[in-house]
């Protein structure tokens, strides 16, 4: 039996003065043709609505039929979130009721066509936009926000979305997305998530070109400029909601790191792309390596890829094999990081701050046998490394080519291959080609969705290593608790948490993670062991374990509609 179907009526109270079309315009009190006959007197609404009186039910399916019409998959993210912004409580009953065919639809893959496109679907105002020309008119910004309790915020500037670039500010359509996951897959209600959209320009020539640009413009802003106004927008967050989760999503690998390092001692705040990235990476992995047979200690990682994402899977990746007993420059021996310009090591220079932890020693690879030039290239790191763990993380599709997973799999029984870039069509490499290279060797998880794959009379189910697997999980843990800093244990207990829950703990032929349908029962799971580990922590206020368990249980909001009664 579906959860949502024992949900216990609720009561709401509205203003006296909210009836008729007003109270039909408002997506998260609009019930649609569910109003009863009672509510349709008492509200205004008689006359407005067609006669019969529906279950919220019987609406799933109508609009579910309507979903399946639709031509494409970006029809059906416009058809998605025109009904998010007509009927709230039916959008996020329809997306849970019908998951595994919503997720991809309202985020990755198709939410990078959507942002690409924004400007040409854009159909209702949602959120906030803050354009750097309005920066000395924040605070008036912030007030104009018209929900009473905000408790979840995404913000991004748009400059690093998925693995296609800067978007401007189409980027709004990843907090959008991003928060729609907080209330489908966490339970924080959506009257209390705000996505922001920091509008500092853009150097996207197609959209400073394109006459239907909805942003500002206007190169972005760097520097001084920048710095300062994210420093006047934390401020005012911080005045207008001081008890907030902020998520900064989305920004450029150079911004990313130096945000997060200056800000998460001030306020409740995280990046996903650098931590939960980094702890869903994680979890995955150390599901993987336990069907290898090897402790993640005796695996060594090559990760394609040193922006926000790798460094942040590594850095991750390190912290766990130090928790097992293993010193920190045995940990990160085992790593060997490459960027544009090949292997990180110590004979190179110019190296930005956050890398230099990853750096080879270039005398240790002295007997290397690899091709000509300065560079240590991917081809020649994976030859002399002789990695159990590939991850991808680049945004370019191909790059794991048949020559280096053949190379690869010719020094383990059972490589660890993890293609993470979204949206699809940035992929490191279709699973099909990596099962077929591996003779169904590999172990496998990519960013976006993937069929089963088909080799040698069986199928192969290709994990989704989704952040959706652990943001909306942190955010339900992190306001259960009340925490008031969101550290990276917290994380670390999130990544342990998922391999708990990994079917292949269970059955060595299960999937890596859980099916989509058991999403919210995986994000209670997690959201109590980050809630106790903030506790131990000391970073929200100690309660018993019953007590942490009836909080998140209390705090999962469910998409069920109230009678509404005046406030009279």
Same mark, same amino acid.
């Not at 652990?470 to 244990?489: C, H, K, Q, T, Y």
């Given at each position: 039996?579906?959860?949502?179907?024992?949900?216990?009526?609720?009561?709401?109270?509205?203003?006296?003065?909210?009836?008729? !079309?007003?109270?039909? &315009?408002?997506?998260?009190?609009?019930?649609?043709? /569910?109003?009863?006959?009672?509510?349709?007197? &008492?509200?205004?609404?008689?006359?407005?609505?067609?006669?019969?009186?529906?279950?919220?039910?019987?609406? @799933?399916?109508?609009?579910?039929?309507?979903?399946?019409?639709?031509?494409?998959?970006? &029809?059906?993210?416009?058809?998605?979130?025109?009904? !998010?912004?007509?009927?709230?409580?039916?959008?996020?009953?329809?997306?849970?009721?019908?998951?595994?065919?919503?997720?991809?639809?309202?985020?990755?893959?198709?939410?990078?066509?959507?942002?690409?496109?924004?400007?040409?679907?854009?159909?209702?105002?949602?959120?906030?936009?803050?354009?750097?020309?309005?920066?000395?008119?924040?605070?008036? *910004?912030?007030?104009?926000?018209?929900? %009473?309790? @905000?408790?979840? =915020? @995404?913000?991004?500037?748009?400059?690093? *979305?998925?693995?296609?670039?800067?978007?401007?500010?189409?980027?709004?359509?990843?907090?959008?997305?991003?928060?729609?996951?907080?209330?489908?897959?966490?339970?924080?209600?959506?009257?209390?998530?705000?996505?922001?959209?920091?509008?500092?320009?853009?150097?996207?020539?197609?959209?400073?070109?394109?006459?239907?640009?909805?942003?500002?413009?206007?190169?972005?802003?760097?520097?001084?400029?920048?710095?300062?106004?994210?420093?006047?927008?934390?401020?005012?967050?911080?005045?207008?909601?001081? %008890?907030?989760?902020?998520?900064?999503?989305?920004?450029?690998?150079?911004?990313?790191?130096?945000?997060?390092?200056?800000?998460?001692?001030?306020?409740?705040?995280?990046?996903? &792309?650098?931590?939960?990235?980094?702890?869903?990476?994680?979890?995955?992995?150390?599901?993987?390596?336990?069907?290898?047979?090897?402790?993640?200690?005796?695996?060594?990682?090559?990760?394609?890829?040193?922006?926000?994402?790798?460094?942040?899977?590594?850095?991750?990746?390190?912290?766990?094999?130090?928790?097992?007993?293993?010193?920190?420059?045995?940990?990160?021996?085992?790593?060997?990081? =490459?960027?544009?310009?090949?292997? =990180?090591?110590?004979?190179r220079s110019g190296l930005a701050p956050y890398k230099v932890p990853f750096q080879q020693k270039l005398a240790d690879l002295a007997d290397w046998k690899?091709?000509?030039?300065?560079?240590?290239?991917?081809?020649?790191?994976?030859?002399?490394?002789?990695?159990?763990?590939?991850?991808?993380?680049?945004?370019?599709?191909?790059?794991?080519?048949?020559?280096?997973?053949?190379?690869?799999?010719?020094?383990? %029984?059972?490589?660890?291959?993890?293609?993470?870039?979204?949206?699809?069509?940035?992929?490191?490499?279709?699973?099909? %080609?990596?099962?077929?290279?591996?003779?169904?060797?590999?172990?496998? /998880?990519?960013?976006?969705?993937?069929?089963?794959?088909?080799?040698?009379?069986?199928?192969?189910?290709?994990?989704?290593?989704?952040?959706?697997?652990?943001?909306?999980?942190?955010?339900?843990?992190?306001?259960?608790?009340?925490?008031?800093? @969101?550290?990276?244990?917290?994380?670390?207990?999130?990544?342990?948490?998922?391999?708990?829950?990994?079917?292949?703990?269970?059955?060595? !032929?299960?999937?890596?993670?859980?099916?989509?349908?058991?999403?919210?029962?995986?994000?209670?799971?997690?959201?109590?062991?980050?809630?106790?580990?903030? !506790?131990?922590?000391?970073?929200?206020?100690?309660?018993?374990?019953?007590? *942490?368990?009836?909080?998140?249980?209390?705090?999962?909001?469910?998409?069920?509609?109230?009678?509404? *009664?005046?406030?009279?």
């Open positions: 039996m579906n959860e949502l179907d024992n949900v216990q009526e609720r009561t709401q109270k509205i203003p006296d003065s909210l009836s008729g !079309q007003a109270l039909l &315009d408002l997506p998260l009190l609009n019930k649609g043709t /569910a109003f009863s006959i009672e509510e349709r007197h &008492d509200l205004g609404l008689m006359g407005l609505l067609p006669p019969r009186v529906e279950t919220i039910e019987e609406q @799933v399916e109508r609009c579910y039929e309507s979903f399946k019409l639709e031509p494409t998959n970006l &029809d059906k993210h416009i058809f998605l979130r025109e009904l !998010q912004d007509t009927n709230e409580t039916l959008f996020y009953r329809l997306v849970l009721d019908y998951i595994v065919e919503m997720l991809p639809i309202i985020y990755t893959p198709v939410v990078g066509e959507a942002c690409q496109k924004f400007s040409h679907i854009y159909r209702r105002p949602r959120g906030l936009f803050i354009s750097y020309p309005e920066r000395d008119d924040m605070d008036e *910004i912030l007030a104009n926000c018209a929900l %009473d309790n @905000v408790e979840a =915020i @995404v913000v991004t500037d748009g400059e690093r *979305i998925l693995g296609l670039g800067d978007q401007g500010a189409g980027g709004m359509g990843i907090p959008v997305g991003k928060l729609s996951l907080y209330t489908a897959i966490g339970g924080i209600d959506p009257t209390t998530t705000l996505p922001i959209m920091l509008d500092v320009g853009t150097n996207n020539q197609d959209r400073l070109k394109d006459p239907n640009y909805i942003g500002w413009r206007h190169e972005r802003i760097t520097g001084d400029d920048y710095n300062h106004f994210i420093e006047t927008f934390v401020s005012a967050i911080m005045k207008a909601f001081p %008890d907030v989760l902020l998520q900064f999503e989305d920004f450029a690998s150079r911004n990313a790191s130096p945000i997060l390092a200056k800000y998460r001692d001030r306020l409740c705040t995280f990046n996903d &792309d650098i931590q939960g990235t980094a702890a869903v990476t994680t979890g995955t992995i150390l599901a993987a390596a336990a069907l290898t047979g090897r402790k993640l200690d005796d695996h060594r990682i090559v990760m394609l890829g040193a922006g926000s994402a790798g460094i942040g899977i590594s850095n991750q990746l390190v912290a766990t094999m130090v928790a097992t007993g293993m010193s920190e420059a045995e940990a990160r021996s085992r790593f060997f990081v =490459i960027d544009s310009h090949g292997l =990180i090591h110590d004979g690899r091709t000509e030039g300065d560079e240590i290239s991917f081809a020649d790191t994976v030859k002399n490394a002789q990695p159990t763990i590939l991850v991808g993380v680049t945004g370019q599709p191909g790059v794991f080519t048949e020559d280096i997973v053949r190379e690869m799999a010719s020094h383990c %029984d059972r490589p660890i291959i993890f293609p993470l870039s979204n949206p699809t069509s940035r992929c490191e490499a279709d699973p099909q %080609d990596l099962i077929n290279w591996t003779e169904g060797k590999a172990i496998m /998880a990519t960013g976006s969705p993937f069929d089963p794959v088909h080799y040698d009379g069986r199928d192969f189910p290709i994990a989704q290593c989704n952040n959706s697997y652990i943001f909306p999980a942190m955010g339900l843990g992190v306001r259960a608790a009340n925490a008031r800093r @969101v550290s990276d244990e917290m994380f670390m207990v999130a990544a342990i948490a998922l391999k708990e829950f990994s079917p292949a703990m269970e059955d060595p !032929q299960g999937e890596l993670l859980p099916p989509l349908e058991d999403l919210r029962k995986l994000a209670r799971h997690i959201a109590i062991a980050v809630a106790k580990k903030a !506790q131990e922590q000391g970073l929200a206020d100690k309660t018993s374990a019953e007590d *942490i368990e009836r909080r998140v249980d209390e705090k999962m909001w469910r998409p069920s509609y109230s009678t509404l *009664i005046r406030n009279k």
